[in-house]
């Protein structure tokens, strides 16, 4: 996700810059629906097109290619472009009300710098399975006009890396009218599916400046005994999806007497690191690419990037197969992890909303729970706090109104609190509301209980 396009690509004139993650990929929307998504015929024009060189341009030229109703940066001078991405991790300077007549913003994923603009409607969401974003380009459904990427410098054979992000930046390049690539040094040559000829892109310009980066904060008490309630289901050989933050690294913190562990998952930070040097990762148990760590994007410091850099043990490829729930459920014992807002006494799961306000997407959790369902000896977890910051239930009688269900009962297997773990699959609904109310925080389960009784008749006792 740490894609960041030149300041001057993401905007020149009337509009600052952004640093930013993810595919910097754009396209514009129609009039007659200022606010759609608008649909291209299907167009692919694969890695293996070859147009002939490059052009070698300036930044300036690079951008005035661009015309309006097309879809990419450049505020001052261009009417009605739809900028879609996945995430961005500086401020989105296009997304500003101030430049409504030039850009709309639609979101794959609502970081913190975007909620305020969705919820302004200045912005919106596009709620998809990160698995099917590649399709939504393929089949032309959001296909972009023109993608703007960061690349590495170029190999001997002249092709250049798509580096730290191919979730996709890989569809946006295959797929694309066009596509601007800054060739940028800080940029990793990361391996796997993630390479494009110098010779398939349209315009190139160089650029010398550091990815953004992101450290994690050591968990705390909460997280670490979350972590540490994880790490006990886990079995050696087992196969590893995680996510971002204190819980996913406090899990990887207690798996260091653990044996031959496999990582298959949409991204990593430097919490795997340590794991792999010291031999508790080895990848042997695979199915899918064994040896290999897979991944379609990482997230961290310096000391990720380098980690990845020209590194054949780890293969990067577009979330069409990283997420593809067949291909995770292939493996063994995968354990897929992932985070929620808030999981109602039935076992919904809300994961990109509080209420009507939304604070995250969908990304690959779904994918991955049902992965790990359809693995011989998977776990699919969902895990959280029971209590919120201002000491409210994060266990609720019902999903507050308006929130998004993102994982459905039937989805979900194992929820995880500091407290243990509640295992719903096969159980009923007052089978579900007891064994949540348990790993609840004590101050809240006699409400709960009242609450699944007065409410939805349920006997949890």
Known sequence: MLKSPHPSLLARNAVAA?????TATAWSSSRCCPRAVRHHPAARRGLLTRKGPPKHVSVEEAVSVIKSKQRVFRAAELEDVEFCHLHLEKPNPCSKPEHARSFFTNNFFVGANQRKNVALGVSSY???FL????????????RPDVALINVSPPDRHGYVSLGVEVATALPAVETATTVIAQINPNMPFTTGYSFVHMNALDYICNVDEP??????????DVESRIGSVIAGLISDGATLQMGIGAIPNAVLAGLKTHRNLGIHTEMFEEGVIPLVESGVVTNLNKTFLPGKTVTSFIMGTRRLYDFVDQNHSVAF???SVTNNPRIIGSNPKVTAINSAIEVDLSGQVCADSV???????VGGQVDFERGAALSQGGLPIICLPSTARDGSSKIVPTIKQGGGVITTRPHVHYVVTEWGYAFLFGKNLHQRAKALIEIAHPDHRADLEKKAFENLG????
């Open 18 to 22: 952004a640093a930013t993650t993810a």
């Open 355 to 361: 209420g009507t306000k939304m604070v995250s997407g």
């Open 458 to 461: 349920i006997r949890a006792w």
């Open 317 to 319: 490829m577009d979330a």
């Open 211 to 220: 990815l953004p980066e992101r450290a994690t904060n050591p968990p705390n």
């Open 131 to 142: 698995s099917e974003i590649p399709l939504l380009m393929r089949r032309g459904l959001v």
């Open 126 to 128: 596009v709620p998809t």
